[in-house]
């Protein structure tokens, strides 16, 4: 695997991991959202994260039992299929002075539960943290292999 491939698969995961920061942080600031402009209680969203390979997975065996190179690591990183809204009902409270209350006193709170948000960020910090790792390390061997080449 090349320098510059190694840096590529890394950085489509430093994205992937940024956009579902984003999304987190959306989902944590719209968790009391009882009304959007659609009317609804906010809807929480999720980021689909998908493999995104040039070879299919039996081709890309069947390359590593015949040689080791560049083709059979032919890995092109991560990539964001989609980002999904969950359709979970959120929960109903009785409110009857609360302005976004519906005709028989009851609020639709969002389905956002903050202690899987956190789980989430966690989690999507800890890989970024990984990638970035990955990107300082293989700076670190181009920069030994310039200096052995001296």
């Given at each position: 695997m090349s320098f510059w491939t190694s840096l590529r698969i890394s950085s489509t995961a430093l994205f992937a991991q940024r956009l579902?920061?984003?999304?987190i942080s959306n989902n944590v600031a719209n968790a009391e959202t009882t009304?959007?402009?659609t009317g609804e209680a906010y809807k929480r969203k999720d980021v689909v994260l998908q493999a995104n390979n040039?070879?299919?997975?039996?081709a890309n065996l069947m390359l590593t039992n015949r040689s080791i190179g560049e083709?059979?690591?032919n890995l092109q990183g991560v990539k964001v299929a989609e980002i999904k809204t969950d359709e979970t009902p959120g929960?109903?409270?009785?409110?009857?002075?609360?302005?976004?209350?519906?005709?028989?006193?009851?609020?639709?709170?969002?389905?956002?539960?903050?202690v899987v948000e956190m789980t989430n960020m966690l989690s999507a910090?800890?890989?970024?943290?990984?990638n970035l790792s990955m990107?300082?390390?293989?700076?670190?061997m181009?920069?030994?292999a310039i200096e052995i080449g001296r």
């Open positions: 579902r920061l984003d999304t009304k959007t402009e040039r070879v299919p997975f039996l083709k059979a690591l929960t109903t409270v009785f409110e009857p002075t609360n302005p976004n209350a519906d005709e028989n006193g009851y609020v639709t709170y969002p389905n956002v539960d903050l910090t800890r890989s970024y943290e990984a990107v300082d390390a293989a700076k670190s181009a920069n030994r």
